[in-house]
């Protein structure tokens, strides 16, 4: 089974200012998706930011990055110019290649200081 | 084009009643999953369904629960003779045939249990 840890509970970080978000995973296969999901006071899970194993690319939307680092099983999310809206949990999540169902970390609380 | 719908957002049931959770995919979408969030964790996968048909219930407690899909309808997910520690919150996401990495989530329901 998928395991996605999640180490850092909670973060913050100053307006402007740059900031790394950790997800490190387990698993034996070798085609998997790798996701960034982000969870306002609202509740709603809005995407962030995907990646597909098989792409050596980071992958990058806007201000949002990543750093995938597959021998490590590490997939972090880089958060640039960070703005006091993208103050939410976030969760990183895992999908196997030949499943369904999302596996998801158990979230960090990034707080965006004004 | 309207996104994944949930009703309600919020179910108040005392111990013993049912709860019936609904959720309407989004148009062109004919995969169904339902994630629970308990309170301070992460999302944890019940089932995945598609029209009239389950595909993989793995994540579903094995009695109270039950979720359907028909031909006509939104998707429902059924707890019967509910108990305090089904409290949490229920998402729904959907997702079309050719791209199941792309999963889009509903607001969710927010069932609290007197």
């Known amino acids: 089974a998928q395991t996605v840890t999640q180490s850092q509970p909670e973060m913050s970080v100053q307006e402007a200012e740059t900031v790394t978000l950790s997800c490190t995973y387990d698993?034996?296969?070798?085609?998997?998706?790798l996701f960034w999901y982000k969870q306002p006071p609202s509740r709603q899970m809005i995407l962030v930011i995907r990646?597909?194993?098989?792409?050596?690319q980071n992958a990058t939307e806007n201000r949002f990055s990543v750093n995938f680092q597959k021998a490590a099983k590490s997939f972090s999310l880089k958060i640039s110019d960070s703005q006091l809206g993208d103050t939410a949990m976030y969760f990183c999540?895992?999908?196997?290649?030949?499943?369904?169902?999302?596996?998801f970390g158990s979230g960090t609380q990034l707080t965006v200081l004004p | 084009n309207a996104g994944v719908m949930q009703n309600p957002r919020h179910l108040v049931r005392r111990r013993g009643q049912e709860a019936r959770l609904r959720c309407s995919p989004m148009?062109?979408?004919?995969?169904v999953y339902w994630y629970r969030q308990l309170p301070e964790e992460g999302l944890k996968f019940m089932v995945y369904?598609?029209?009239?048909?389950?595909?993989?219930e793995s994540g579903m407690p094995k009695e109270r629960f039950s979720a359907e899909f028909p031909k006509e309808g939104p998707s429902i997910l059924r707890i019967q003779q509910v108990v305090r520690g089904d409290s949490a919150a229920y998402f729904c996401?959907?997702?079309?045939?050719?791209?199941?990495?792309?999963?889009?989530f509903g607001p969710g329901t927010r069932l609290t249990v007197l």
């Open positions: 996401a959907s997702s079309r045939e050719s791209s199941y990495n792309e999963q889009f």
């Open positions: 369904l598609q029209k009239e048909n389950i595909i993989d």
């Open positions: 698993t034996s296969e070798s085609n998997y998706y």
């Open positions: 990646q597909e194993a098989y792409k050596q």
């Open positions: 999540a895992f999908q196997s290649g030949s499943a369904r169902q999302l596996t």
């Open positions: 148009k062109g979408h004919s995969h």
